[in-house]
Structure formats: C-alpha cells, structure tokens
C-alpha cells in the first residue's frame, strides 16, 4: 500500500479535541488507501515546562536526564494519538523511539539520527495494523539511553521516517497554512508561497522562519522527499499549504523568495585583539568548544599591529561566549583590552535562489534600510541570502521595508 508521513505539531496536537481532529485527518487519508505513519509533537507549551523543570532542578543539568525528561512529552500524545484513532476503529499502535528503534548518536538534546531499521513497523503494518504513531524528536543512543534531536525535532523525525519508509509524501501539520514571505505576525502583506525551493527553505528555516526545523530541511533535500507544510486547522486537499521542493519544480521565481528575521540576536566585540596568525582560530576554538553558535564574524582593519573582532551569537549564549573567551586570556592563548557585549541587536535577512543570477540585490537592500534611517551594524552574504544586524528596536520596521521594496506582497 502506499504510504504517507503526516507530522502534527504541538499547536495541533494540543488538547484532546485537537486530537481528535488530527486523527480525522489521518482517518481520510486511511479511508484513500494509504497505510499512514503519523509523528507526534508533545502538546503545545509541554516541552517547555518540561525544560524549566529540569532547569529548575539542575542548572549544570545531566544531558542524559534531560533527554529522559523532555522527551516524555511525545509519549503523552502518541499514545493519546493511537487511541483515539483506535476509537474511530483504525488499526494504531503508537511506538516510542526506542521501539522502533530510531537509532542516534549519542549527542544528548543534540542528537543525529543513524537509522531506521523498518522491519518492526513493516511486520506490524504486514499485519493489518494501519496507522504507526510515532513520538517524535526522541531516539536511542548506541548506550541505550534516550536521546533527543533538538527543539523542533519532530520534523526531522518525520522526514526521517518518509525518507525510510519511501513515503510518498511527507505533509507537516501545522498552525499555519503554510510558509510565507515574512513572518505575518510583522507584516499583513505576508504572502502564503505556493512553492518554495528546498535550499530557500534551508535558509529561512535556520534564519528564523520557525516553520520547519532546519535539520529536516536538510534531511528532505538529501533525500528528495516531498515535503509539505499546511494547516491543521482548516480543510486541506492535495493543494493546499507549501510545496519544498526541487529547485526545478518551481515554475515562477522571484529574485527574492522571502524576508527572515532572527530576534534574539546579540554582537560581542573583542577590543584591540593582537592581529597575528592564528589569532581567529585561537578566539573561536574555544567558542566552538564551548558550543556557542557563533554566526557572523568581521574582524576590523589593524592599526600598530592590534585589531578588534565582531561576532554575533543568540542572546542567551552571552554568557557562555564571555567566560570562553575570558578563560582563553587568562590562559595566555589571547590577549584583548576588553570585550563588549550589545545584547539589543537582531538579524533581517532576505533570501531567493534568483540571487545567483541577479546583481544589485544587495545595494537595493541597503538603500531600502537606509530611507528607513536604519542603520546597519554588520553585514555577511552567501549566494542566496544577505543578512544586517541592526538594533533590535527597528526590526519590524526593517522587515516591512524589505518586503515592500522586493514586492513580495504580489504573486
Ligand atoms: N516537542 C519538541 C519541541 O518543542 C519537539 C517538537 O515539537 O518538534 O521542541
Ligand atoms: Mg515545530
């Protein structure tokens, strides 16, 4: 029988009434012809109690227990999942990720996904059972502890199981009907995308765009698996919500597919560093090691043989990011006159795969911030994107503006 992936994010598996439409939903699909294998998130805001509980309990928490706590909120709705498809006499059985067994590293509230054996669901599915529920973001680790796969993991689940399991499709539920031009939260031009190309998809994910987990992203593209966002709350058909997909399956493409922003972004500088070989690997090292998510970096021009560097990372990795780099000068590795911290910056980025073959991008964007009076800390660029940290306090606006200016309101 053909087989579908069909994702329910918390939002959508939120109390039992929710429940019950999801199941209805797969129930349709059931009823098509389709053998279905459902991922489950825990229901909305659980993750995050579970997560403060554990912070509260231990701040220099055990990653292990960690794993073992945050994960239980998908067992709660898996297996509230299966009964209530049990309820409109579908054939469900819900299995945790050790069940399956979803292997991963042993990488705890990081984890990596190895594989996905199919003979357990296979025989079970050969057996007449239709619908596997599965609970999402967890696995087991090579020492048969429970890992996660990271906020927002459950996607990555269920493109790992319709990568496994050949699926056919791979549909994310969602609050949303789909992925927009910006978020519509900041601008009411937002414009639902029909299609969206896998690398933009890529690049929104990890800026900002909260729809999708990066890492399922990247998942769905390696392994070309058809991968849809659309709403749970509304009647959907064959096409509704977005498309991510190939690059070539996109008919119609502007320049500019998409406006991202990330809030919570902060800029450290490190003052009068010495401009030497091996300065940038000696700061960053230990950054890394220290697991902070270093994003942009710019290092100044030298004057009598000092420099200052710039880095931004996510707001709450300050700390962390200062005790790093303070650790490294007290061990004599580096040497700088002070490091500031400016923790009321935010990145806007603008994204389209038309960017390779379009000049110009760039300078219209920069003058777009600029009739705005915005002004622009730092700046880096790929082939598809170009992102600005401004202050946080104008991001909105820098948002709309760029919206506005790349047209993206119009089909
Ligand atoms: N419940 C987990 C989280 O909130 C995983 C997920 O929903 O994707 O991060
Ligand atoms: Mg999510």
């Known amino acids: 029988m053909p087989l579908l992936v069909m994702k329910f994010g918390g939002t959508s598996v939120g109390d039992l009434d929710?429940?019950?439409?999801?199941?209805?939903?797969?129930?349709?699909?059931?009823?098509?012809?389709?053998?279905?294998?459902?991922?489950?998130?825990?229901?909305?805001?659980?993750?995050?109690?579970?997560?403060?509980?554990v912070e509260q309990t231990s701040p220099l928490f055990d990653a292990r227990e960690y794993d073992a706590v945050v994960s239980s909120?998908?067992?709660?709705?898996?297996?509230?999942?299966?009964?209530?498809l049990q309820e409109m006499d579908i054939p469900a059985r819900?299995?945790?990720?050790?069940?399956?067994?979803?292997?991963?590293?042993?990488?705890?509230?990081?984890?990596?996904?190895?594989?996905?054996?199919?003979?357990?669901l296979d025989a079970k599915f050969g057996e007449g059972m239709r619908v596997a529920v599965i609970a999402g973001f967890q696995g087991i680790s090579p020492e048969g502890r429970i890992t996660t796969l990271g906020r927002?993991?459950?996607?990555?689940t269920a493109v790992a199981f319709a990568a496994a399991f050949d699926a056919e499709r791979c549909d994310i539920y969602t609050d949303v009907d789909g992925v927009y031009t910006t978020d519509p939260r900041i601008s009411d031009k937002a414009r639902k995308l029909d299609r969206i190309a896998f690398e933009e998809m890529l690049e929104l994910?990890?800026?900002?765009?909260?729809?999708?987990?990066?890492?399922?992203?990247?998942?769905?593209?390696?392994?070309?698996?058809?991968?849809?966002?659309?709403?749970?709350?509304?009647?959907?058909?064959?096409?509704s919500g977005t498309l991510v997909c190939d690059e070539e399956d996109i008919v119609e493409q502007n320049v500019v597919?998409?406006?991202?922003?990330?809030?919570?972004?902060?800029?450290?500088?490190?003052?009068?560093?010495?401009?030497?070989?091996?300065?940038?690997?000696?700061?960053f090292g230990p950054l890394a090691e220290a697991g902070v998510n270093v994003d942009m970096i710019v290092q100044n021009i030298?004057?009598?043989?000092?420099?200052?560097?710039?880095?931004s990372c996510p707001v709450n990795q300050v700390a962390r990011a200062s005790e790093a780099l303070t650790k490294a000068k007290d061990a004599g590795s580096i040497n700088f006159h002070e490091l500031v911290a400016?923790?009321?910056?935010?990145?806007?980025?603008v994204v389209g795969i038309g960017m390779r073959s379009h000049a110009g991008v760039a300078s219209q964007m920069f003058e777009a911030l600029s009739r705005e009076n915005i002004n622009i800390r730092v700046i880096t660029t790929s082939e598809i994107k170009i992102s600005v940290l401004i202050d946080r306090k104008y991001m909105e606006l820098a948002v709309q503006a760029l919206h506005d200016t790349f047209g993206l309101e119009k089909a």
């Open 152 to 156: 927002g993991g459950s996607d990555t």
């Open 205 to 239: 994910a990890s800026l900002g765009a909260k729809v999708l987990q990066t890492r399922s992203v990247e998942l769905a593209m390696r392994y070309k698996v058809k991968l849809r966002v659309l709403s749970s709350f509304e009647d959907t058909d064959e096409n």
């Open 342 to 349: 400016d923790t009321d910056v935010a990145k806007v980025s």
């Open 94 to 120: 819900s299995w945790q990720g050790w069940q399956v067994p979803l292997k991963t590293t042993s990488a705890h509230s990081a984890a990596r996904i190895e594989s996905i054996p199919r003979d357990n």
């Open 73 to 84: 909120g998908e067992n709660v709705t898996a297996g509230l999942m299966a009964l209530t």
């Open 257 to 283: 597919s998409g406006v991202a922003y990330q809030r919570d972004e902060a800029k450290m500088t490190l003052i009068s560093v010495a401009d030497r070989p091996g300065i940038a690997a000696a700061i």
């Open 18 to 53: 929710r429940i019950k439409n999801a199941a209805q939903k797969v129930k349709r699909e059931v009823e098509r012809g389709y053998d279905v294998i459902v991922i489950v998130s825990a229901m909305s805001g659980k993750t995050n109690e579970l997560v403060g509980w």
């Open 302 to 311: 030298s004057e009598d043989g000092r420099t200052d560097m710039t880095f």
